[in-house]
């Protein structure tokens, strides 16, 4: 006879909880292959296991605690790893459970459909636009069915959860009835499903006992996503998938959502309380999003991902994706091209945290240097970010090539390589250009034009090693005061430079270092000077692919272009671009940086 359950305390929830999760995240790929709303960029099912991941991590601990201390602990660990649209919602709906259960010890079977009932109400608050069909409508479904049952005298918990867990089923498959999107594609709401897949878990592990382990890296095969052979194109406004964690005393989430309501975005989500609060928005200007935020509190999290980019990995060419960051100088034109994922390096001006060339672009950053008193500083992303990247990557199956700034210059290429070890080494790889800049890009962009030409990730990585250093970064530095504020440039080069009217010219050396590499004497046509210099190490036979980018430097730059090409017309490519207000920190107005790579076009394999 099945035994009883009269009560859930705080060792029972932690128990049933791991395994509602450990199903998640086995479930993963299917959740994300299902996800069409609100946009179809197949990462539903990642976002939850991260948000998911960070409750386990909690759970894990062991520490002898009350149910009340239980529920608190996974509703800060959740709404600390929300991600995306669904995972704030589950994180809303944890901080429902905890803001109810603070007096109860245990849950009879009249308090678990009280406090599932908070959670879903609290999962609704959470939506500026709430929309039937969703999570929260199983989740309201899952309570309203426990309701039914406490109200009619059924005490058995096991008994409610079954019947409760019946009901939710239901109800997801309902969704595409309630929301005209899924029924197009012939799927069921993602997030919906990814609540089911946790109570299905919870199911199993109530009538086994069993909890499933979960390995610490798993391989898995991307599964085609159902989007991909529907209607449901990249957004064409608000593509830019933006989050941020506020920390505070007396947030007013209600006043936070009224004004983010405000702008022109869609999809927002504000879950927590008065300590801390999650926002997730879609928007154009993730940078306004951030500058509101940061009225009500610090902000400690944040991250502006592309969903134009996501969406084109249901079309990517080849069977490798590349990575960088923003200190490659790319030209926009050909990230676009080539499916180029780049992780923003962050910015600040003393408390003030940026994106790089997200929610701060040149024109913006310049503006604020001539401005401000204080120095910008940089520093890497975090490891999280290119977890992020790569765990989105591997989930559509493909394999991931970083290729990254000099590990001399940053902790850039330190943070990918941590976080490909804890996605899958054996998928993902890391490059280091022991270059910066424009020669970082050149290095980039042959990487990302052979995946797209069908060549597999260890066959780019070992030609990138080969031929590493025909990619060629110059630098004419008209100021070094700012490489020694930024601590790239030693002091005694800023004054022998100035006292002298020099000005040297930088490179990256070939352990990755930046160092002199010859001067151009006088300030009246240091430009000219300059481009016969870059035009001497170039050799005549050889066709070229080179890049300018300029530090609020345009006109100077187009000159330069134009006597490179006057002198070696064979170039195949010769793009100008603003240089990366990272760079710009440490460069200062003025600077000049060229890249230059000897092209011979990777060859096309076959898939």
Request: glycine share 8%.
């Amino acid at each position: 006879m099945t035994r009883v359950i009269s009560h859930i305390d705080a060792a029972r929830f932690e128990q049933a909880l791991l395994a509602g999760i450990a199903n998640v995240f086995r479930r993963r790929d299917h959740i994300n292959a299902i996800n069409v709303f609100p946009v179809a960029d197949s990462d539903t099912g990642t976002n939850l296991a991260f948000t998911l991941a960070s409750v386990r991590k909690v759970l894990l601990d062991r520490d002898h605690r009350s149910l009340p201390e239980l529920l608190s602990q996974i509703a800060d660990a959740a709404l600390d790893g929300a991600r995306g649209n669904s995972g704030a919602i589950m994180a809303q709906y944890f901080q429902g459970l905890s803001d109810c259960s603070r007096d109860f010890q245990v849950l009879d079977s009249n308090r678990f459909a009280r406090v599932s009932t908070a959670g879903a109400r609290s999962a609704w608050s959470a939506m500026a636009e709430p929309v039937p069909g969703t999570l929260p409508t199983v989740l309201e479904d899952f309570a309203d069915e426990l309701n039914r049952l406490a109200a009619d005298g059924v005490d058995d918990i096991r008994e409610m959860f079954r019947q409760g867990l019946m009901r939710a089923h239901r109800s997801l498959a309902a969704t595409p009835e309630q929301l005209a999107v899924l029924k197009d594609a012939g799927v069921v709401d993602a997030g919906a499903q990814g609540f089911v897949d946790l109570l299905d878990g919870v199911w199993r592990y109530m009538r086994s006992g069993q909890i499933p382990e979960v390995p610490e890296s798993e391989h898995r095969e991307g599964m085609q996503p159902v989007a991909a052979a529907g209607s449901h194109g990249a957004p064409e406004q608000h593509r830019f998938c933006t989050e941020c964690l506020i920390e505070g005393d007396g947030i007013d989430v209600d006043r936070l959502r009224k004004q983010l309501m405000e702008q022109d975005a869609d999809s927002l989500v504000v879950a927590g309380g008065h300590r801390r609060a999650r926002v997730h928005i879609h928007t154009d200007r993730p940078g306004e999003v951030f500058r509101v935020c940061g009225e009500f509190g610090e902000i400690r999290q944040q991250k502006a991902d592309d969903m134009t980019r996501q969406h084109g990995l249901m079309n990517h060419s080849g069977q490798v994706a590349i990575v960088t960051d923003s200190a490659a100088d790319l030209p926009e034109e050909e990230i676009d091209r080539l499916g180029i994922h780049v992780v923003p390096v962050r910015l600040s001006f003393g408390d003030e945290e940026f994106l790089d060339k997200l929610t701060m672009s040149p024109a913006e950053f310049y503006k604020r240097l001539a401005e401000s008193d204080t120095h910008p500083r940089t520093s890497q992303p975090p490891p999280a970010d290119f977890r992020r990247q790569f765990e989105l990557l591997t989930s559509h199956g493909l394999d991931v090539l970083g290729v990254q700034l000099s590990r001399r210059l940053s902790g850039t290429l330190q943070a990918a390589e941590s976080a490909a070890e804890r996605v899958d080494p054996a998928r993902v790889e890391i490059v280091d250009t022991r270059n910066a800049a424009c020669g970082q890009a050149l290095a980039v962009l042959w990487a990302a034009e052979a995946a797209e030409r069908g060549w597999e990730r260890i066959a780019i990585r070992t030609r990138l090693e080969e031929t590493i250093g025909q990619f060629k970064t110059f630098a004419l530095a008209r100021d070094l005061s700012w490489g020694v504020r930024g601590g790239r440039i030693k002091p005694w080069m800023e004054k022998l430079a100035r006292r002298l009217g020099l000005n040297p010219v930088l490179s990256a050396t070939a352990d990755g270092r930046l160092g002199a590499r010859g001067v151009i004497a006088g300030r009246g046509r240091a430009v000219e000077r300059f481009g016969r210099y870059l035009i001497k190490r170039m050799e005549a036979r050889k066709t070229y692919r080179m890049i300018i980018s300029h530090t609020n430097a345009e006109s100077d730059a187009r000159q330069l272009r134009q006597q490179i090409l006057a002198a070696r017309p064979q170039v195949d490519a010769c793009w100008i671009v603003e240089a990366s207000p990272a760079v710009g920190a440490h460069a200062g107005p003025g600077t000049l940086i060229v890249g230059m790579h000897p092209w011979h076009p990777p060859e096309r394999r076959n898939a």
